[in-house]
């Protein structure tokens, strides 16, 4: 573990336009309306930036970029995204150049119910004009490779705002480019089922935090984000229909889930306060 530890304090800076021929890829992909340069980036999109392009021979068997640069050599492990924390502090602008800044966090080990499990915490913040706009903490694991679970302990409380939402494979591989994320388990059924055991291919988590997100603000435009965390329960697989949903617990805080059937496979928090 200490040789893991090591790795706490890395850093790497990517800078980009955000430019508005892949905003406009964003928006066909979601089913969203076309966005003009100068107006505000929605929260979340960064991730279709600031990825790093590697030759083939730099990917791991799971389509991943190897471990051992960066990110520490973990050994025999299936990766995951498990989730997040964010604070917007000021909106990111279509059409700018911006700078993300990653440094690894902190790295822990523990034991769960499949096994060994390593988290590791990377900090991203990215900034226009030297002005740090969003500060985002995301929560990696590294389990051994065991049998993805396919049900969670979480109740289903009764939602106070609702959308319903069919993600298919098109869906998967549009967003899978917009991102350049070539992990094998969004886009290869074989290696997906066979290799790292689900049922299907997997549902990107970033993806249904996005549709966590996007249903608060699709009922609550009086509403300014402020902070938003998200956790993953349990993996999602296509063919699936999938119940983005929330309710208001307090006069500055939305609990949001997403729901297969009788069950929440992933939850969110956000912290809000009134526009104007």
């Known amino acids: 573990m200490s040789e893991l530890k090591s790795y706490i304090g890395k850093s790497e800076e990517f800078t980009e336009d955000i430019n508005i ?5 964003i928006c066909a992909t ?14 979340l999109w960064q991730w279709c930036f600031f990825v790093k392009a590697l030759d083939p021979s730099k990917l791991g068997r799971d389509g991943h970029p190897k471990l051992g640069g960066f990110l520490p050599l973990i050994e025999n492990r ?23 800044k990653t440094t690894i966090k902190d790295i822990s080990e523990k034991e769960g119910r499949s096994g060994k499990l390593t988290f590791v915490t990377l900090l991203h913040e990215y900034f226009q004009s030297d002005t740090l706009c969003v500060s ?15 049900s969670s302990d979480a109740s289903l409380p009764k939602p106070e705002f609702s959308l319903t939402f069919t993600p298919d494979s098109t869906l998967l591989f549009r967003y899978s480019a917009l991102t350049f994320n070539g992990h094998k388990i969004h886009y290869d059924f074989p ?16 993806l249904l935090a996005t549709y966590m997100i996007n249903t608060f603000s699709h009922f609550h435009k009086d509403k300014e984000i402020l902070e938003y965390s998200y956790q993953g329960l349990r993996p999602l ?14 006069a500055t ?5 997403i729901a297969e059937g009788e069950s929440i496979a992933h939850r969110g928090k956000i912290i809000f306060k009134q526009k104007g």
């Open 253 to 257: 805080e939305a609990s949001l889930w």
């Open 136 to 150: 985002e903490e995301q929560d990696i694991v590294y389990k051994e490779p065991s049998l993805p679970k396919t």
């Open 237 to 250: 697989c296509v063919p699936s229909t999938l119940h983005a949903q929330g309710v208001i617990s307090s």
């Open 78 to 100: 299936n990766r995951m995204w498990a989730g997040g924390r964010f604070k917007f502090i000021k909106d990111l602008v279509i059409g700018k150049e911006a700078r993300k």
């Open 21 to 25: 021929h892949q905003i406009q890829k």
């Open 191 to 206: 290696y997906a089922t066979e290799v790292e055991g689900y049922k299907g291919i997997v549902i990107h988590g970033p």
């Open 30 to 43: 979601l089913g969203q309306e076309e966005l003009k340069a100068g107006e505000s980036l929605p929260h």
